[in-house]
T-cell receptor, first 117, second 111 residues
Framework: DTGVSQNPRHKITKRGQNVTFRCDPI?????LYWYRQTLGQGPEFLTY????????KSRLLSDRFSAERPKGSFSTLEIQRTEQGDSAMYLC???????????????FGNGTRLTVT | DAKTTQPPSMDCAEGRAANLPCNHS???????VYWYRQIHSQGPQYIIH???NNETNEMASLIITEDRKSSTLILPHATLRDTAVYYC????????????FGKGTRLHILP
């Protein structure tokens, strides 16, 4: 399967613990996005990378959240000192370089569902 | 904020055409209309997009009004597997930037 891959699919953690999620985008997609989705809501934008550079961060991304994409390929999203309000689905998406396809849709993974107890 | 308005839910009988409306009265000239859907426990899936002409692909048809203030996604022969939340999104083509989701329309296909 050459789609966007996210691991783990599910994560249960206790409040106060740190968690890390991984996203592997489609090969040669240089742009990578993280979204968060709570029950009954549409996905909310968190942050965006072009290659290894983090170009935009939403105000939703508190200082307990950090995202990296060290080699411009896979990305990680870490949440420190988790809170119950962090319980959500965390989605990753990727899209190819701007020049190759002008209106490239975002390709989403199936997400990591985080439950904080 | 999302720039589109959609009904929160709709029902459609299996085998019939599902017509999902979307209002985007403040759309700008360089903004495209995109449709995604999200089946339970999966990530959003791209369906189709268009600027001003009607578009058709293997999944659906997109009808955009002449003034571009509204559009309709048509699933010609709905099946139970089309049960999902459908999101209508406007997006500036030149920036190829993030997309902003609204709450979408929850489509129930009835057997």
């Amino acid at each position: 399967d050459t789609g966007v891959s996210q691991n783990p699919r599910h994560k249960i953690t206790k409040r106060g613990q740190n968690v890390t999620f991984r996203c592997d985008p489609i090969s040669e997609h240089n742009r990578l996005y993280w979204y968060r989705q709570t029950l009954g809501q549409g996905p909310e934008f968190l942050t965006y990378f072009q290659n290894e550079a983090q170009l935009e961060k939403s105000r939703l991304l508190s200082d307990r959240f950090s995202a990296e994409r060290p080699k411009g390929s896979f990305s990680t999203l870490e949440i420190q000192r988790t809170e119950q309000g962090d319980s959500a689905m965390y989605l990753c998406a990727s899209t190819p370089p701007r020049g190759s396809s002008y209106n490239s849709p975002l390709h989403f993974g199936n997400g990591t569902r985080l439950t904080v107890t | 904020d999302a720039k589109t308005t959609q009904p929160p839910s709709m029902d459609c009988a299996e085998g019939r055409a599902a017509n999902l409306p979307c209002n985007h009265s403040t759309i700008s000239g360089n903004e495209y209309v995109y449709w995604y859907r999200q089946i339970h426990s999966q990530g959003p899936q791209y369906i189709i997009h268009g600027l001003k002409n009607n578009e058709t692909n293997e999944m659906a048809s997109l009808i955009i009004t002449e003034d571009r203030k509204s559009s309709t996604l048509i699933l010609p022969h709905a099946t139970l597997r089309d049960t999902a939340v459908y999101y209508c999104i406007v997006r500036v083509a030149s920036e190829d930037d993030k997309i902003i989701f609204g709450k979408g329309t929850r489509l129930h296909i009835l057997p």
